[in-house]
């Protein structure tokens, strides 16, 4: 089945054909990345421990290990992600006093070959 191109924060994609745009491949596996890491645990009422609720870091004193911490233990509930070889998290504080941190994550579809990354910012 496939999903609808949507990455979050933004509105609906268009297709080439005036339907909504669907995703593949890597792009499907780093939206559903996305959608777990940035959804709050509670919010999403058919599974109330999904989600990895790194905006709750916003504003708040932490470490780049902290959130590493998150990420990984969100990357193992993900199907799609293959657990070995295992995720490579970077993360990086580039603003303390704002809480941004930017993310680097490398890892292995378990349905596509070679390694896929997803970099994006928090905070």
Not at 15 to 38: F, I, M, P, V
Request: proline letters at 5%; glycine letters at 12%; a negative charge.
């Amino acid at each position: 089945m496939l999903d609808i191109f949507h990455n979050w924060g933004d509105d609906l994609a268009v297709g080439n054909s005036g339907d909504l745009a669907l995703s593949s491949g890597s792009d499907t596996t780093n939206q559903r990345l996305l959608r777990r890491l940035l959804t709050n645990p509670g919010d999403y009422i058919w599974n109330l421990d999904y989600g990895g609720g790194l905006g709750q870091f916003v504003g708040k004193p932490v470490s780049s290990k902290e959130i590493e911490g998150v990420i990984r233990t969100q990357l193992l509930e993900e199907t799609a992600i293959a657990a070995s070889p295992p995720p490579g998290i970077v993360t990086t504080i580039t603003d303390a006093a704002r809480g941004t941190v930017a993310v680097s994550i490398t890892y292995s579809a378990a349905d596509l070959p070679g390694a896929v990354t997803l970099n994006f910012n928090a905070g």
